[in-house]
């Protein structure tokens, strides 16, 4: 995928996780670029550190950070510099992900209780590799997307290189989402062709301002996402939302007619994700934020290192 991946961890704060940063570093780079390697080198100290001036340090760590795709953190060992990348990255839009081991610390309140953060813990480093692999990748094969317009073909190819991506008409294909901008994108689309199969249904996402559909009965699901939001983040939650819902807990939690009885129709729709791993009112907290009673809601709530989604 090669995103560009920035790694927080201790350096003045304590060193004694730094094997620890190292191999997350390791793990990371397979797929994609860390641009803050130096984190994970045994000698790096603040003597070392202070070969550099504290000012070309910042202006360096920071011009990083606003080149990245992600930010991963590992907050076990506390360090006021982290916490700083962590809201630095914030006030920019930059995706975080918080990660620390519950059985050796406890998160601040500031980071837990902030619904921007995904805050993960884990027990073991078996099952923070297990974590991050459902952060870096994300295959879905129950939902196919299908795009008519250059707008949304530049959506699908960011998603891929985000690690995101659908199995066209796949075995287990349940649903085909149309990606569109436009009245006219629809009408290049072979409706009749993609309904050939009772089992299969058929939604519109409109990816840009709501527009007239005529022929509304061809569709399943009609949905759009509210004004001012980002459609691609939104397209993202969404397909987070049917890995979720559809592929991981298909016998656990809910059929696909559960599912498709919340999207079915023509509605407005909003995504987020939410982790926690014992206690359910941190994530029924987190899913009643700035709830707009307004919208459509679809709640998946999961432990341990499943993603949670609202949407």
Same mark, same amino acid.
């Given at each position: 995928?090669?995103? %560009?991946?920035?790694?927080?961890? &201790?350096?003045?704060?304590?060193?004694?996780?730094?094997?620890?940063?190292? %191999?997350?570093?390791?793990? =990371?780079?397979?797929?994609?670029?860390?641009?803050?390697?130096?984190?994970?080198?045994?000698?790096?100290?603040?003597? &070392?550190?202070?070969?550099?001036?504290?000012?070309?340090?910042?202006? %360096?760590?920071?011009?990083?950070?606003? #080149?990245?795709?992600? /930010?991963?953190?590992?907050?076990?060992?506390? #360090?006021?510099?982290?916490?700083?990348?962590?809201?630095?990255? $914030?006030?920019?839009?930059?995706?975080?992900?918080?990660?620390?081991?519950?059985?050796?610390?406890?998160?601040?309140?500031?980071?837990?209780?902030?619904?921007?953060?995904? *805050? *993960?813990?884990?027990?073991?480093?078996?099952?923070?590799?297990?974590?991050?692999?459902? +952060?870096?990748?994300?295959?879905?094969?129950?939902?196919?997307?299908?795009?008519?317009?250059?707008?949304?073909?530049?959506? *699908?190819?960011?998603?891929?290189?985000?690690?995101?991506?659908?199995?066209?008409?796949? $075995?287990?294909?349940?649903?085909?989402? =149309?990606?569109?901008?436009?009245?006219?994108?629809?009408?290049?689309?072979?409706?009749?062709?993609?309904?050939?199969?009772?089992?299969?249904?058929?939604?519109?996402?409109?990816?840009?301002? =709501?527009?007239?559909?005529?022929?509304?009965?061809?569709?399943?699901?009609?949905? #759009?996402?509210?004004?001012?939001?980002?459609?691609?983040?939104?397209?993202? &939650?969404? /397909?987070?939302? @049917?890995?979720?819902? /559809?592929?991981?807990?298909?016998?656990?939690?809910?059929?696909?007619?559960?599912?498709?009885?919340?999207?079915?129709?023509?509605? @407005? @729709?909003?995504?987020?994700?939410?982790?926690? %791993?014992?206690? +359910? $009112?941190?994530?029924?907290?987190? /899913?009643?934020?700035?709830?707009?009673?307004?919208?459509?809601?679809? &709640?998946?709530?999961?432990?341990?290192? @499943? =993603?949670?989604?609202?949407?």
């Amino acid at each position: 995928m090669n995103r %560009r991946i920035y790694f927080a961890g &201790s350096i003045r704060g304590g060193r004694e996780d730094a094997g620890l940063y190292k %191999r997350i570093i390791d793990y =990371i780079n397979k797929t994609d670029i860390v641009v803050t390697e130096h984190i994970g080198q045994a000698d790096m100290s603040m003597k &070392s550190q202070t070969l550099m001036s504290d000012a070309c340090i910042y202006e %360096r760590d920071t011009k990083w950070l606003e #080149s990245c795709d992600l /930010l991963i953190a590992e907050c076990t060992c506390p #360090s006021l510099g982290v916490g700083y990348e962590l809201a630095y990255a $914030e006030a920019h839009g930059i995706p975080v992900y918080i990660f620390y081991n519950e059985l050796r610390s406890n998160i601040s309140a500031m980071l837990n209780g902030n619904p921007y953060f995904t *805050v *993960v813990p884990y027990g073991n480093e078996e099952e923070l590799y297990q974590i991050l692999k459902d +952060i870096l990748n994300l295959n879905v094969e129950c939902a196919s997307l299908i795009t008519v317009d250059s707008e949304n073909k530049q959506i *699908v190819e960011k998603l891929k290189r985000d690690g995101i991506s659908c199995i066209e008409n796949g $075995e287990f294909t349940l649903m085909k989402i =149309i990606l569109a901008n436009s009245k006219e994108a629809i009408e290049k689309v072979n409706l009749l062709s993609l309904r050939q199969n009772d089992n299969t249904k058929l939604v519109l996402l409109q990816t840009s301002d =709501i527009f007239e559909v005529v022929d509304k009965e061809m569709f399943d699901a009609i949905l #759009s996402f509210p004004n001012g939001s980002n459609t691609y983040e939104e397209i993202k &939650s969404f /397909l987070y939302c @049917i890995r979720n819902f /559809l592929e991981i807990h298909w016998t656990l939690s809910v059929d696909f007619n559960d599912f498709y009885s919340l999207i079915k129709g023509k509605n @407005i @729709i909003s995504m987020q994700r939410f982790t926690y %791993r014992k206690d +359910i $009112e941190e994530a029924l907290y987190k /899913l009643n934020y700035n709830r707009d009673k307004k919208r459509k809601n679809i &709640s998946s709530l999961s432990v341990a290192y @499943i =993603i949670m989604k609202k949407s």
